[in-house]
T-cell receptor, first 110, second 115 residues
Framework: QKEVEQDPGPLSVPEGAIVSLNCTYSNSAFQYFMWYRQYSRKGPELLMY????GNKEDGRFTAQVDKSSKYISLFIRDSQPSDSATYLC??????????FGKGITLSVRP | NAGVMQNPRHLVRRRGQEARLRCSPMKGHSHVYWYRQLPEEGLKFMVY????????ESGMPKERFSAEFPKEGPSILRIQQVVRGDSAAYFC?????????????FGPGTRLLVL
């Protein structure tokens, strides 16, 4: 079993849709949870960072963590064509190294 | 405030040559991490360094790969005697402190192609 599983893609939605991206993990040592966005041929860009169960909102983005179920989600409201990118969940514990999901490619159609 | 800088952005090497990838962390950051992204794969941790120290190299291949972060100058990821399987995007990230309180910021990557 992989440490981090991310829903496979690709995912295509119309502009304005609500997008839900999900990851599950198996290692209870993970304490910190991040979502990165990566445009084609670019480096990952940090979107959201949280360390507790519950919701964290930033503009159109909401990160949700459920430690009891080992499940994390990223919601994008009112999706825009500029949101088209690959989204990566990343988790870490005490050792500082990030463990990434495989990534899901999102395409928002105008 | 410049972000993490990596050079070269693209590197072509023939099998058996050496590849040297450089990373300059963000100003004020003293922790550097290297990750590798193989085609159709996610990002995989390779090594974590602080100035003059390797903290965690559990993701580094046992042979041909080495990394350093000297007191002065950029961090270097060195791959000796490259093989085709080394073709990948190599990303550097930096943080000012442990990731528990600070997150890692990534550079644009170096895309290595081994012919």
């Amino acid at each position: 079993q992989k440490e981090v599983e991310q829903d496979p893609g690709p995912l295509s939605v119309p502009e304005g849709a609500i997008v839900s991206l999900n990851c599950t993990y198996s290692n209870s040592a993970f304490q910190y949870f991040m979502w990165y966005r990566q445009y084609s041929r670019k480096g990952p860009e940090l979107l959201m960072y949280t360390y507790s169960s519950g919701n964290k909102e930033d503009g159109r983005f909401t990160a949700q963590v459920d430690k009891s179920s080992k499940y994390i989600s990223l919601f994008i409201r009112d999706s825009q064509p500029s949101d088209s990118a690959t989204y990566l969940c990343a988790l870490t514990g005490a050792n500082s190294k990030l463990t990434f999901g495989k990534g899901i490619t999102l395409s928002v159609r105008p | 405030n410049a972000g993490v800088m990596q050079n070269p952005r693209h590197l072509v090497r023939r099998r058996g040559q050496e590849a040297r990838l450089r990373c300059s962390p963000m100003k004020g950051h003293s922790h550097v991490y290297w990750y590798r992204q193989l085609p159709e794969e996610g990002l995989k941790f390779m090594v974590y360094l602080q100035k003059e120290n390797i903290i965690d190299e559990s993701g580094m291949p046992k042979e041909r790969f080495s990394a350093e972060f000297p007191k002065e100058g950029p961090s270097i990821l060195r791959i000796q005697q490259v093989v085709r399987g080394d073709s990948a995007a190599y990303f550097c990230a930096s943080s000012p402190r442990y990731v528990q309180t600070e997150t890692q910021y990534f550079g644009p990557g170096t895309r290595l192609l081994v012919l």
